[in-house]
């Protein structure tokens, strides 16, 4: 994940909190999208099935920890697929060897059990109607600790739905080889935030809510990065300012929203959020001049007539969001990540009109 994005802005989280005044939110051409490589899969540029048994997975989420990119993934099923259930793990991660997306998001290794294949990060019990899957959400590192949000899926509903026994935090001191899931960080209420996005200030973790299933809408929550694991440290966006009680939580983007992130463009000074929209059946982009909004409208970027069964856009962490827009996203057939290029096109920056010179005569 990106860790530069606040520093290195003009606006600063929340310095649009309850300004009447807040500029509106910046728009942006969407001039066409494309599929730059298959990520993971038999099919896949890096052979994830021959050389980690990963022959369908899902989400692809990103984040950056001691100077390298890491890729999360759902539920990983080995060479029979996902439905013959041959050696299905709940989650997995890769580390990429080169960071830079024009460059295809190579897979240098991925954790591994003593069969070579990759292996489960997160315990799951595989029991339908107690805990089916543990599927990560979003990760971040913190002072060289990994630490995965994860949501505890009780079980699978109609298209998009789907109910969450709890949802949590777990984390990794050996570069996520073995992790940790605290008692502390498990929250057994519903508050809208069991699927979440993060990005981080130096000091403060900001994180975009939705619940479980894909038709919730966003909310937006903040805590000091060393207290991740306090689930009591947090406090939620109301609408015109921050609050502990988490019921007091306003909506920044209306419903529906499904898996999501955000990150920052610097050189247009607005924030990007994509998601999966399944009314639209489609992946949208939005644009907001802070966190707390105002977000703009939404703006389609790909959808299912084109690539069908798509959800799960990320957006690739550490470069700045000019022209091109470089993201992960999951298709239900093949059931594998792909990774996506958007080309942008931002209206020019408005020029101050120049005071004409007094005449002579004054």
């Given amino acids: 994940m990106e860790t ?3 520093q290195d802005a003009s606006l600063q989280p929340g310095d649009m909190a309850g300004d009447e ?4 939110p910046v728009t942006v051409r ?3 999208s494309e599929v730059v490589n298959q990520v ?3 099919d896949g540029t890096n052979d994830t099935a021959r050389r980690w048994d990963v022959h369908g997975t899902d989400l692809g989420h990103m984040f950056l920890h001691e100077g390298a990119m890491y890729m999360v ?6 060479q029979r697929g996902m439905f013959g259930r041959m050696n299905w793990r709940s989650n997995t991660i890769a580390r990429i060897a080169d960071p830079d997306p024009r460059n295809g998001l190579p897979i240098e290794t991925m954790i591994t059990g003593a069969n070579g294949a990759a292996k489960e990060l997160l315990y799951s019990r595989k029991i339908g109607g107690v805990e089916k899957t543990v599927i990560p959400t979003y990760g971040v590192s913190i002072g060289g600790r990994m630490y995965l949000h994860y949501m505890s899926v009780k079980g699978w509903g109609a298209p998009g739905q ?3 026994r709890h949802s949590g935090i777990a984390y990794s001191d050996d570069d996520g080889h073995t992790w940790v899931v605290p008692p502390e960080a498990v929250e057994d209420r519903a508050i809208g935030f069991e699927q979440v996005a993060v990005v981080r200030d130096e000091d403060v973790l900001y994180t975009f809510g939705i619940p479980e299933g894909r038709f919730g809408g966003v909310k937006l929550r903040r805590v000091a990065a060393e207290r991740i694991l306090d689930l009591d440290a947090y406090e939620y966006w109301t609408g015109s300012g921050w609050a502990a009680d988490p019921t007091a939580a306003s909506m920044i983007v209306p419903a529906p929203a499904g898996e999501l992130s955000v990150a920052w463009s610097k050189t247009h000074e607005s924030w ?5 929209d399944p009314e639209r059946r489609a992946v949208v982009l939005r644009l907001a001049p802070d966190l707390t909004g105002p977000w703009g409208d939404a703006q389609v970027v790909v959808g299912a007539q084109d690539y069908p069964g798509l959800y799960a856009p990320y957006i690739v962490p550490g470069s700045d969001i000019d022209t091109e827009l470089y993201y992960t996203m999951s298709q239900w057939t093949p059931y594998n990540v792909f990774l996506m290029r958007t080309r942008l096109e931002w209206p020019a ?3 101050a009109a120049v005071p004409e010179a007094p005449s002579e005569d004054g």
Wanted: hydrophobic share 50%.
């Fill in 349 to 351: 920056p408005a020029v």
């Fill in 40 to 42: 993971t899969g038999p």
């Fill in 73 to 78: 993934f759902g539920d990983t099923f080995g």
């Fill in 162 to 164: 789907w109910e969450v």
């Fill in 21 to 24: 005044t807040a500029i509106s």
């Fill in 4 to 6: 530069r994005e606040i």
């Fill in 272 to 276: 990007v959020m994509m998601y999966f």
């Fill in 30 to 32: 969407i001039a066409g």
